[in-house]
């Protein structure tokens, strides 16, 4: 008889189970979501940084060979920076 007063045999605290179990769920579920939506952003940047970064390593070797002069490199590297 008390296995049927708590529903089938699952015992006194499954009735509670999904109480206290949705809200750790739902945090589960933002943590994850937060988590994707941080490693896209944090991939992208990266790309355009090291993207950034060789086109200024490019834009130095050209200077220092002599290709471009100094007010092209300085407009261009700051064209560069700025993003």
Do not use: K, N, W
């Amino acid at each position: 008889m008390g296995e049927m007063a708590f529903g089938y045999g699952y015992g006194p605290g499954y009735a509670y189970g999904p109480l206290l179990l949705g809200p750790f769920q739902a945090l589960g579920a933002g943590l994850l979501a937060l988590l994707g939506v941080g490693a896209v952003a944090y991939i992208a940047t990266g790309f355009r940084l090291r993207h950034r970064d060789d086109a200024l390593r490019v834009l130095r070797s050209r200077y220092a060979r002599g290709e471009i002069g100094v007010e092209e490199f300085r407009s261009m590297s700051e064209h560069l920076r700025r993003g």
